[in-house]
């Protein structure tokens, strides 16, 4: 049993940093009451994480090829576990925040080197069981996160999503320390520390003038400002890889239309799938009463469909071409949306969305297997690397933008529902205060669950029209005829052929993480299935 130490190592690490995409979800409500923040407050409670995820996968794989993988992922399970103890001790929105960071850049340390230590640590058909192993611990993690959370929030208080974490990361370290060999890449090359810098603060820019934009105006001056700001930092970003002698991003990449249409279906499936279930769920636990259990529970449809569909698409789509199945997943997600918005209305609970989710979870089953295959079908072997990290990349990004995004739809949608309302009364729902409401003011009830239902249809109608929209794109995009490999199961071997150094993501990588720092049940997601830069 020896042999398998490795594998159990880098499955602890993956495991809490998948629940940590999706187990905040269900505990906002009760982290908005003990800490007294408002609508702002949480999502960048979310955002926060899968923004350090975004811009650092591919800086910390290139970072491990030169210092050891082995040496990275160890600091990055200390760093993770260092921030969930500070996380779960904050005594205000501030401190969760800045150490929600912290955690998402310990979990980008851990993300980018989990696959190579796998390569590294396992041959021949050993390899294919450790990455099958592997890619269902991603899927059950990320499933099992609004229910762990819900839990623990229910029955030992919000603080305890982040203490859990702590003894995990030590037996992690000690597993990693015992069992796990040092891996290098000897033709590493230079860090492109100015890359990074650029790409971390256009992407935090940008997230931070999303939210702005939500609460001040999209005209505003700090809004314009923030704009700026990311359009001179990306361009900046541009201008670095175009002329550095060591880019992080291989740019000639995107001369690709099926290429740029992964990335963008990446982005777009995590943005319109996953980002609005925290505003589901602090609609279930403020107006709806819900324990953070049942709330987690409710979202449950979504995560069983997706992880079910992904199982089989593999065989069941075998020969299909990727333009299909990508497309089409995007086209199911925001039709799963728009059913959510059509069949949502006052007074109406839970089993109202149940349909929306299931097919939206068809639609990620269907396209996120195919999403890392098709990538590194597009790019030439000796850059398959980092295509998968650029695509995780793109996946974090989308979660990021988009909970910013729909948060200021939701936001706007609560008030249009609020005409006549005291000023606040939209930043007192948004941020749980529901519950106090129905218990203080009489007759709320009738007037809450018009403005829930206002905000949440609006919330469903834009998320649906990113799913549209990116199902649209990738059937313009990829013409020519590319199969998608099949989902690798518990003997099936990694999906692309590359250098034993450099591991594909598999299908089951493509399924895992979305949240993701995507934050949702079925993000076994998003939130950092990364891969090294080759």
């Avoid at 700026?228 to 002698?245: I, T």
């Avoid at 933008?401 to 249009?416: N, R, Y």
Wanted: charged fraction near 10%.
């Amino acid at each position: 049993m020896r042999k398998w130490l490795p594998l159990t190592a880098v499955c602890i690490g993956a495991f809490m940093l998948l629940v940590d995409v999706t187990i905040v979800t269900v505990a906002l409500p009760d982290m908005a009451a003990d800490m007294h923040t408002g609508f702002s407050g949480l999502q960048w409670v979310m955002d926060i994480y899968a923004l350090a995820l975004a811009a650092l996968l591919l800086g910390s794989g290139s970072l491990a090829d030169r210092i050891g993988r082995r040496r990275v992922y160890l600091g990055g399970l200390v760093l993770f576990a260092g921030a969930s103890l500070v996380c779960g001790l904050a005594d205000g929105p501030g401190a969760l925040i800045a150490f929600r960071a912290v955690q998402g850049v310990g979990g980008a340390a851990m993300a980018a080197t989990s696959m190579a230590l796998l390569s590294a640590s396992y041959q021949g058909r050993d390899r294919g069981v450790a990455f099958g192993v592997w890619g269902a611990v991603n899927g059950a993690a990320a499933a099992a996160g609004p229910i762990v959370g819900g839990l623990l929030t229910e029955h030992f208080g919000w603080r305890w999503i982040f203490f859990i974490n702590l003894p995990l990361c030590a037996l992690a370290v000690f597993v990693t320390l015992r069992a796990v060999a040092e891996s290098r890449d000897p033709r590493a090359r230079g860090l492109d520390l100015p890359g990074m810098a650029a790409f971390t603060v256009g992407a935090g820019a940008l997230t931070y003038a999303l939210i702005r934009a939500g609460e001040d105006g999209w005209t505003s001056p700090a809004t314009l400002g923030l704009f700026a700001l990311a359009a001179v930092a990306f361009a900046a970003f541009v201008l670095v890889e175009l002329r550095g002698s060591h880019p992080m991003l291989d740019l000639s990449l995107f001369r690709s239309p099926a290429f740029a249409a992964v990335m963008t279906a990446g982005l777009l499936t995590s943005g319109a799938a996953f980002s609005y279930l925290m505003y589901v769920s602090l609609w279930l636990q403020s107006a709806e009463g819900m324990t953070p259990v049942g709330a987690g529970l409710a979202l449950v449809p979504m995560s069983l469909a997706a992880f079910v569909v992904a199982a089989v698409a593999g065989r069941l789509l075998h020969g299909v071409s990727a333009r299909l199945t990508i497309g089409g997943g995007l086209l199911l997600i925001g039709g799963g949306a728009l059913l959510q918005a059509w069949m949502l209305d006052a007074g109406d609970s839970w089993p109202a969305l149940v349909p929306g989710l299931a097919l939206t979870g068809v639609g990620v089953g269907v396209s996120m297997p195919a999403l890392a295959a098709t990538a590194m079908g597009a790019v030439p072997p000796a850059r398959a690397g980092m295509a998968g990290g650029v695509l995780n990349t793109s996946r974090q990004l989308g979660t990021a933008l988009g909970i910013a995004v729909l948060g200021g739809v939701f936001h706007a949608g609560l008030a249009d529902g609020l005409s006549g309302r005291p000023a606040g009364t939209a930043d007192a729902l948004a941020s749980g205060g529901a519950g106090r409401l129905l218990g203080s003011v009489p007759g709320a009830r009738e007037w809450i669950d018009a403005a829930f239902a206002s905000g949440l249809r609006e919330t469903f109608v834009v998320s649906g029209a990113l799913g549209l929209a990116g199902g649209l794109i990738v059937l313009l995009l990829i013409r020519r005829p590319t199969t998608a490999a099949p989902a690798p199961g518990p003997t099936a071997p990694s999906t692309a052929a590359v250098p034993s150094d450099i591991p594909a993501p598999t299908a089951a990588q493509g399924q895992a993480l979305a949240p993701t720092p995507t934050p949702t049940p079925a993000q076994a997601a998003d939130p950092a299935r990364p891969q090294q830069p080759a």
